[in-house]
């Protein structure tokens, strides 16, 4: 339900059609001619590099810019500061993996190097705004990469054009044609620019991508792009999560539903437990949602501990048909087990399947939230969370605007990581042992948010370093 999670920055966008080409059926047995030449550009990335990561890896404090440094430094030209690279579509070999191609500099034609200089030079103001919102350094990588949105759409619509001849060498199957018709173009006729910047340096990787859209036309798939519940996220859980989600129309929700094969099967079996599926469920589906994810190993069965909190528009209209789900588990084999833990007082229903009688999920309700976890204590630390939330000013991050939220605590990874390859679920697996990711030591957690706001969409990257005193 969720579609804006993909939300392209247009790279993302590119590697997906390239993705959904290459699982088409077609053998791709043909050579791509040599027309590359005349393809406009669609995308430029120019990689400048002022640090000694790639000249000399091997004094470079940070173990990860060190390996890094090895890897470029074998494909790197030596005596060289930057390099250029364009992408093209090109339209005859959509289907293949030859639809979308980076070339080198060496690559392109006059015409196509200097479509490549003008992208990114269009994009300098941009470009200087976004590296000044993290604490750059004078030695790093830089990666700047732009992409034009009129020559991806122009391609596209070629495509399905109903006189189209360009993709005649792989034609385009009608359910093809329709999936960019109805699922790629929408998006991309969203967006008017984007571009975005990464800068790798002992200070850290930070990464800004920015792209301006049609207020009008995200609103009619993202009509709630804010987070309002960033108050009440936990950040001592390994991995978090919190997102915002697509308010999409029940009806036309359950259109496309009732095109899914079986799906009759499923709205028997709902409305024989008295349930509508519409209005009951698609109508009240959570808006905004947390996920928290901890490796180590909790609870009776020593599994890993996942806790989605989520965001009830109408909490009082599903503990209305609460009855009606307990009908609905029976029916599906789904045994329900009500809990009260003794210390907290809080009530808990534990679920579990017939088939899986070892493992359940645990669930509650408090205020407006539904919580679900894989074990009690997980649960029980959701609700008093929620029942205590942070204070603002112990937050890393501030998530005003957002609608998306990740961090990854690099300070527990490692040793969550060992303790959940050595649980009982993984012990016994023949699962060959992993070494110390040591290189999360220099990390100071990495953060990635996103914010929509007025007729801009923004990602962040934020991976700061940790360096000890004596290598300031």
Known sequence: MNKTKCFCLCFAFLLAVSCWAQESVKEDNVEVVSVTEFKPICGSTIVNDSSKIIKNPGNCPIEILRRLGRVLGKYWPEGKSSLKSGTIMINEYVGTPNFIKTLAEDKLSEKQLKECDDLIKNHTEIFTKLSSEFESSPEAITIKTAFSIPEIEKNLKSLIASDSKVNTLVPLSETETNKINNTILPVINIFKDC?????????????????????????EILPKYNLTIGDYIDYEPLIILAQTHGVEDPENVMKKLDSLPNMVVVKQLVASAGIDLQKDILENYAQESILYVNLTPTGEKMIPDIRWVVLVPNIEKLLAITPKFKNLCMATGIFITEEKDSKTGIDLVRLNHFMAQNYGVYTGVVDRFCVLASTKEGAIAAINHIKNPTKTENKTVSIKDCNLFFRLKTSDLNVQLQQFLQSPMLRNQGIPPITNLTFLNDMNNITVWSILKNDQLKFFLDIPFILKKNEK
């Open 195 to 219: 571009c975005g910047i990464v800068s790798l340096s002992e200070k850290g990787i930070f990464g800004r991508a920015t792209t301006k859209i049609d207020k009008d036309k995200i609103k």
